[in-house]
């Protein structure tokens, strides 16, 4: 399915029974709904809303982009689609910095959070400046240059090797002004440690056991500082927990909404 907005078609979709509770999944960078692919046998009770982010997966990029963008598309689909029940949103790496500003941004539409694989901290300066650097060189050389320089870091060293296949030609094919417009949306993303404190919804933190990317540490200290939140460590899977332990991370989504 897709819907225009402000003249670019964003791709998403749409599962489950209408009145299932409502799921909003955010996927990371340089990734698209095909994330949720295998954890989805384990959502099949709930009405699951998977955009593609703009510039990624199916939808048409814009050579600006931000997290409060990033939020209004959500927004904007929702809005067309939904039935303005609050929902679960569920944001995985990249998508958990969406989720931060989803929460800053619609507090309304939030029943619950889940932040998975992912990490409250802004940048460094070095960190920011490795971005907008890679922005420049995806853009003369395509894409393949981010998949090459994550796909290493992105699985536990007991993945397959078929699935870091799959995942480093999926990232290749990423649209170059995509992915060089969301590395600039990453550098340029508030500090969200502020905002743990503030977040007043049950939440779920999930987190690969030997996630090099947002190491297990950022994912201790985001349960440290949002009140009463759960925390579930996933074994043998890294910063691809939702892909390498499917299962695992689905029930763990399924069973925390359930309880809501
Ligand atoms: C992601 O998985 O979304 C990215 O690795 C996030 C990041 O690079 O900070």
């Given at each position: 399915?897709?819907?225009?907005?402000?003249?670019v078609?964003?791709?998403?979709?749409?599962?489950?029974?209408?009145?299932?509770?409502?799921?909003?999944?955010i996927?990371?960078f340089?990734?698209?709904?095909?994330?949720?692919?295998?954890?989805?046998?384990?959502?099949?009770?709930?009405?699951?809303i998977?955009?593609?982010?703009?510039?990624?997966?199916?939808?048409?990029?814009?050579?600006?982009?931000?997290?409060?963008?990033?939020?209004?598309?959500?927004?904007?689909?929702?809005?067309?689609?939904?039935?303005?029940?609050?929902?679960?949103?569920?944001?995985?790496?990249?998508?958990?910095?969406?989720?931060?500003?989803?929460?800053?941004r619609?507090?309304?539409?939030?029943?619950?959070?889940?932040?998975?694989?992912?990490?409250?901290?802004?940048?460094?300066?070095e960190?920011?400046?490795?971005?907008?650097?890679?922005?420049?060189?995806?853009?003369k050389?395509?894409?393949?240059?981010?998949a090459?320089?994550?796909?290493?870091?992105?699985?536990?060293?007991?993945?397959?090797?078929?699935?870091?296949?799959?995942?480093?030609?999926?990232?290749s094919?990423?649209?170059?002004?995509?992915?060089?417009?969301?590395?600039?949306?990453?550098?340029?993303?508030p500090?969200?440690?502020?905002?743990?404190?503030?977040?007043?919804?049950?939440?779920?933190?999930?987190?690969?056991?030997?996630?090099?990317?947002?190491?297990?540490?950022?994912?201790r200290k985001?349960?440290?500082?949002?009140?009463?939140?759960?925390?579930?460590?996933i074994?043998?899977?890294?910063?691809?927990?939702?892909?390498?332990?499917?299962?695992?991370?689905g029930?763990?989504?399924?069973?925390?909404?359930?309880?809501?």
């Amino acid at each position: 399915m897709n819907i225009t907005v402000d003249g670019v078609k964003l791709d998403y979709q749409i599962s489950g029974p209408a009145d299932g509770q409502p799921i909003l999944l955010i996927h990371g960078f340089p990734f698209s709904k095909a994330l949720w692919e295998p954890m989805m046998a384990s959502l099949l009770d709930f009405r699951v809303i998977a955009p593609d982010l703009r510039g990624l997966g199916r939808s048409e990029p814009s050579d600006e982009t931000s997290m409060a963008s990033y939020v209004d598309d959500c927004l904007s689909i929702l809005k067309d689609q939904h039935d303005g029940r609050p929902l679960t949103v569920l944001g995985m790496s990249m998508g958990g910095y969406i989720a931060f500003e989803f929460f800053r941004r619609a507090r309304l539409h939030v029943q619950a959070m889940v932040f998975l694989d992912t990490r409250s901290a802004a940048d460094s300066d070095e960190a920011k400046k490795g971005r907008f650097a890679t922005a420049e060189t995806v853009i003369k050389e395509g894409s393949a240059v981010v998949a090459d320089a994550m796909v290493g870091k992105l699985f536990a060293p007991s993945a397959a090797p078929e699935l870091r296949a799959k995942w480093r030609d999926l990232m290749s094919q990423s649209n170059p002004r995509g992915v060089a417009a969301a590395l600039k949306a990453i550098a340029n993303r508030p500090d969200s440690t502020v905002t743990c404190a503030k977040i007043d919804v049950p939440t779920l933190i999930i987190v690969g056991e030997e996630d090099a990317i947002t190491p297990p540490e950022d994912s201790r200290k985001m349960n440290a500082s949002i009140a009463g939140s759960m925390l579930a460590v996933i074994p043998q899977a890294g910063h691809m927990a939702a892909v390498e332990r499917p299962l695992l991370v689905g029930d763990a989504v399924a069973e925390f909404v359930r309880s809501l």
